[in-house]
C-alpha cells in the first residue's frame, strides 16, 4: 500500500489559517505523505483574483515555508487558459504513474457543486476525492438528497467507509472527512485590508507581512 499525496487547488487570494487547517487535517485524518497546494491560475468557475497569480503563489511559499508535508504545485499558475482540474490531475498522473493515489481536496460546498466541473466524472479515474465537512453545518450526506442526480449516484457508489480505501486503490473513491469550523474567508481578509484593518492571527505572519509591505489589496 502506498500513502496517498493530496492536492488542496484554489484562488488562494490570500491564502488564510482556514486553508493550511484543511491541508492539516486531510493529511491526518488520511494519513497522506503530503498535500501539495496548487494556486489557480485563471478559475473557470468564479472571477479573476484579485491579486496576480504571481503574488498569490508567493503567499502560498510563504505560508507552507517550514512545513515538511506541505509543497507548493506551480504548474497553473502561469498558463492564462482556463485551468481545469481534470488537465491538472492528468498531468499529475503522467508524472507519478498509474499506481500512486491521489486525492483531490475539496470542501463540501464545493463537493456539491461538482457536477458543474468541466469533464468531473473523469476526475474520478484520476483521483479519490476527499470532502472536509465543517463542525456544526449539515451533514454531507443530508446535504446531498437536494444534490444534482448523477452526483448522488456518484456519491452512493464511491462512498468509502474509512480512509483506509484511500491507499488502497489509486482514484476512485468518496471519503469524507470533519473539519473544524474556522470562519475565515479571503474575502473578508480583503475587505479588512482594503478597511485598514488588521488580519494578525487570520494569515500566518509572513504572508501578512507581504501583503502589508506590497500593498496587495490596498491597505492592510
Given at each position: 500500500m502506498t500513502q496517498p499525496i493530496g492536492i488542496l487547488g484554489g484562488t488562494f487570494d490570500p491564502i488564510h489559517h482556514g486553508h493550511l487547517r484543511i491541508a492539516q487535517e486531510a493529511l491526518e485524518q488520511c494519513g497522506m505523505s503530503q498535500v501539495r497546494l496548487m494556486p489557480s491560475g485563471t478559475p473557470p468557475h468564479r472571477a479573476a483574483p484579485q491579486a496576480p497569480a504571481k503574488v498569490r503563489w508567493e503567499m502560498v511559499r510563504l505560508a507552507v515555508n517550514g512545513h515538511p508535508d506541505f509543497m507548493v504545485?506551480?504548474?497553473?499558475?502561469?498558463r492564462t487558459d482556463p485551468c481545469y482540474s481534470v488537465d491538472s490531475?492528468?498531468?499529475?498522473?503522467?508524472?507519478?504513474?498509474?499506481?500512486?493515489p491521489l486525492c483531490l481536496i475539496l470542501g463540501g460546498d464545493?463537493?456539491?457543486q461538482l457536477h458543474?466541473?468541466?469533464?468531473w466524472q473523469q476526475l474520478f479515474t484520476l483521483a479519490h476525492i476527499v470532502v472536509l465537512q465543517r463542525a456544526g453545518g449539515l451533514p454531507l450526506g443530508?446535504?446531498?438528497?437536494?444534490?444534482?442526480?448523477?452526483l448522488q449516484a456518484e456519491y452512493r457508489a464511491r462512498?468509502?467507509?474509512?480512509?483506509?480505501?484511500?491507499?488502497?486503490?489509486?482514484?476512485?473513491?468518496?471519503?469524507?472527512a470533519d473539519m473544524p469550523a474556522l470562519e475565515i474567508s479571503s474575502t473578508d481578509i480583503r475587505r479588512r485590508c482594503s478597511d485598514g484593518k488588521s488580519i494578525r492571527y487570520l494569515v500566518?505572519?509572513?504572508?501578512?507581512?507581504?501583503?502589508?509591505?506590497?500593498?496587495?489589496y490596498s491597505s492592510c
Open positions: 504545485d506551480v504548474r497553473e499558475v502561469f490531475l492528468t498531468a499529475l498522473r503522467a508524472e507519478l504513474g498509474m499506481q500512486q464545493a463537493f456539491l458543474t466541473w468541466h469533464e443530508n446535504a446531498m438528497a437536494q444534490a444534482d442526480e448523477a462512498l468509502a467507509p474509512g480512509a483506509q480505501a484511500l491507499h488502497e486503490t489509486p482514484a476512485g473513491s468518496i471519503f469524507v500566518p505572519d509572513a504572508v501578512a507581512h507581504h501583503i502589508q509591505t506590497n500593498q496587495t
